[in-house]
């Protein structure tokens, strides 16, 4: 089945456009056919990093997010990776409810995966209940992602109704590895991919270019098991 990835978790700053990115590079080395969509305008993921992967969607235009929908028609052998801005859940909800998205999808035979991309904090474990009650949809997969760069206590994630929820929904738990600060803000003012980063030497020196090796091989692992079986 193609596959369809919304990755949210609606708080900013917890790392979802670091997931989308990582998502993206996957598939390119996985050889596997994708589109991006990029909702943040300001801090577009897949016009900075994979620009030939990358049509921006403004979420709150109905005739924008359709687009995503023409291009799955169009389509049909690519997966597609969503980049949610943050904020954008109840807007991207009622064109979900209003379109029956999720229905549409599964009639064209696209598996549809939710990232919950999160921090440490409260109000991330308050956004996944919200999330969790908002689809219910039993042939949804959730992801829940905790961020490792964004924190490292999540004792309360793990003792919350919410992820209860999500474990009796039969969520996958994803943990996206911390990377070393200053090899993370070398990539980012390079505007270069992660493949860029593991491999150029004008780019980062070996030892940088071994973290960035091993923190894809590390995360890559989950992600055969979550996407490959």
Do not use: C
């Not at 943040?40 to 969607?57: C, I, K, L, N, Q």
């Not at 959730?142 to 964004?150: D, H, M, P, S």
């Not at 994803?174 to 990539?187: A, D, M, N, Y």
């Not at 980012?188 to 070996?206: E, L």
Request: aromatic share 10%; charged share 25%; net charge negative.
């Amino acid at each position: 089945m193609s596959k369809v990835h919304f990755i949210g978790g609606e708080k900013g700053g917890v790392g979802k456009s670091m997931t989308s990115r990582l998502l993206a590079q996957y598939y390119i080395d996985q050889r596997r056919s994708f589109l991006g969509f990029d909702s943040d305008a300001s801090h577009g993921t897949f016009s900075r990093f994979y620009g030939e992967f990358a049509s921006p969607v403004i979420v709150g235009e109905d005739d924008s997010l359709d687009g995503i929908l023409e291009a799955s028609e169009t389509n049909p052998e690519h997966d597609l990776i969503i980049d949610l801005a943050a904020q954008t859940s109840a807007r991207l909800g009622e064109w979900i409810e209003e379109t029956d998205v999720f229905g549409l999808f599964d009639e064209m035979g696209y598996e549809v995966f939710l990232w919950h991309v999160m921090d440490d904090g409260a109000d991330s474990i308050e956004l996944l209940g919200k999330s969790l009650e908002r689809y219910p949809q039993p042939e949804l997969q959730f992801v829940v992602v905790k961020n490792l760069g964004r924190g490292s206590d999540f004792s309360g994630l793990h003792a919350s109704g919410a992820y209860r929820t999500a474990e009796e929904r039969g969520a996958h738990l994803f943990e996206l590895g911390k990377l070393h600060p200053k090899l993370t803000q070398k990539v980012d003012f390079a505007n270069a991919s992660f493949w860029a980063a593991a491999n150029n030497r004008d780019m980062a020196n070996i030892a940088e270019r071994q973290r960035m090796k091993v923190w894809l091989k590390n995360n890559y692992s989950q992600l055969d098991k979550l996407l490959v079986g």
